[in-house]
């Protein structure tokens, strides 16, 4: 008989900023972890991406406001870590480009320790659940 709590808001709030504690730990001093989202997506996009996009992107999968991405953005171009092109792109500069692949790989080990040894049967029922709650809450965000 499992003593595990229900599957809830809290459980997983508390999964997320405990991981998101660990994540942030990698990065250097003065770096946020919304800007290692964003240099994510970045790179994610093959290296550069529009900034409308990328504020999109913010808004839309992390739920930041609309000024707060644009912060974030602002930052990371004043950082040297994006630079604008023609055509409205942000691109990584070399140093956004080291900073993103070593927290990814960081972010790659903490995940190999925190999920490396859980049965892919229970991984899999999660990802499962915990994708049909972020549908149901963004439809629901969407209605208003």
Known sequence: MSTAPPV???VIG????ATRALAERLLPQGATFHQALALNAVEA???AVGRRALVERLTGAVKLGVP???ATVTELTHDGLLEERPGDLLALTPAGDALIQSYKAGVAGIAAELYG?????DLAAAGRVLTEVTARADAMLAAG
């Open 68 to 70: 707060a991405a644009e």
């Open 8 to 10: 809830n808001g809290q």
């Open 117 to 121: 040894d859980l049965p892919a049967e």
């Open 45 to 47: 996009a093959g290296g």
């Open 14 to 17: 508390m999964a997320h900023y």
